[in-house]
């Protein structure tokens, strides 16, 4: 009777998009060159935007260990809510997850953690904002 509404999900990854073409690939690679040198030559406040915009490139190449960089070091230019602080929970849910299949409870803790920094984060960024 439950049969239908309990049945198991399979769940796809939302981070990462479906295979790129090579042409895909190095598009998004010399966008990235492009912004990594545009980054030292534009003001520090006008940096979240680039930053966030390689971390969404680096995400759709799976680059996932690049991406989680890049999205840190723009909330740490500017906190706020958005596109890396969204990002950066899926991230460390997904490496969370991979730990946690690999039975490695010190990964497990080390994304619990940065999960946790993350949520004192959004705490701040409410109260700064009242």
Same mark, same amino acid.
């Given at each position: 009777? !439950?049969?239908?509404? !309990?049945?198991?999900?399979?769940?796809?990854?939302?981070?990462?998009?479906?295979?790129?073409?090579?042409?895909?690939? &190095?598009?998004?690679?010399?966008?990235?060159?492009? #912004?990594?040198?545009?980054?030292?030559? &534009?003001?520090?406040?006008?940096?979240?935007?680039?930053?966030?915009?390689?971390?969404?490139?680096?995400?759709?190449?799976?680059?996932? +260990?690049?991406?989680?960089?890049?999205?840190?070091?723009?909330?740490?230019?500017?906190?706020?809510?958005?596109?890396?602080?969204?990002?950066?929970?899926? #991230?460390?849910? &997904?490496?969370?997850?991979?730990?946690?299949?690999?039975?490695?409870?010190?990964?497990?803790?080390?994304?619990? +953690?940065?999960?946790?920094?993350?949520?004192? #984060?959004?705490?701040?960024?409410?109260?700064?904002?009242?």
């Amino acid at each position: 009777m !439950f049969e239908k509404l !309990f049945k198991k999900r399979t769940k796809e990854n939302k981070t990462t998009t479906s295979k790129l073409s090579q042409e895909e690939r &190095i598009s998004l690679q010399n966008e990235n060159k492009d #912004l990594l040198g545009t980054l030292k030559k &534009i003001p520090e406040k006008e940096r979240p935007i680039k930053y966030d915009q390689l971390g969404k490139n680096y995400m759709s190449l799976n680059e996932l +260990d690049s991406a989680i960089e890049v999205f840190e070091t723009s909330l740490k230019i500017k906190e706020q809510f958005g596109v890396a602080y969204n990002n950066l929970l899926n #991230l460390y849910e &997904i490496k969370r997850k991979k730990a946690a299949e690999q039975k490695d409870n010190q990964e497990i803790q080390k994304w619990n +953690d940065k999960t946790d920094s993350l949520l004192a #984060l959004s705490k701040r960024v409410m109260r700064s904002s009242l």
